[in-house]
């Protein structure tokens, strides 16, 4: 195999896709766990007070539970190189967050801040997921 070959294949779009996945998962267990390990303070980064069980509660479904739930689908997807919609729904999950800022937006402005970066990140790694699709798979499986 050439040198050229071999460098096609290690930069694939299905290796690039699943070393992406695999960062989502990372990145998406470490906001889990430092969410765990002091809900307070991500709470105020992200504009945020939390205020009794119900607040605690709702805080931890969404930036554990959902964290965790996007954490183990990459994984998954990472690890399923042949079933795109895997790594589609990872996307999907990614992306649901800066479409609901964008919503939220028209009725009282951008993020700012941390948040502002959270999103650009959420959208960067949602849209590239989908850019780095399987081609000719449009409605596989």
């Known amino acids: 195999m050439s040198a050229s070959a071999t460098q096609t294949t290690i930069w694939s779009r299905a290796w690039v896709r699943g070393q992406l996945l695999q960062l989502v998962a990372t990145a998406s267990s ?66 649901a967050q800066p479409a609901g800022r964008l919503v939220a937006a028209f009725a009282i402005g951008l993020p700012t801040g941390l948040l502002l970066v959270v999103c650009a990140v959420e959208l960067l790694a949602g849209l590239s997921l989908l850019a780095l699709r399987p081609r000719g798979k449009i409605l596989s499986p």
């Open 30 to 95: 470490l906001a889990a766990l430092a969410a765990m390990l002091d809900p307070d303070r991500i709470a105020a980064a992200m504009g945020l007070f939390l205020v009794g069980v119900n607040g605690y509660s709702q805080f931890y479904a969404i930036y554990v539970g959902i964290r965790l739930a996007t954490a183990g689908l990459a994984l998954l997807a990472a690890r399923q190189g042949d079933q795109p919609i895997l790594g589609d729904l990872t996307a999907l999950f990614l992306l």
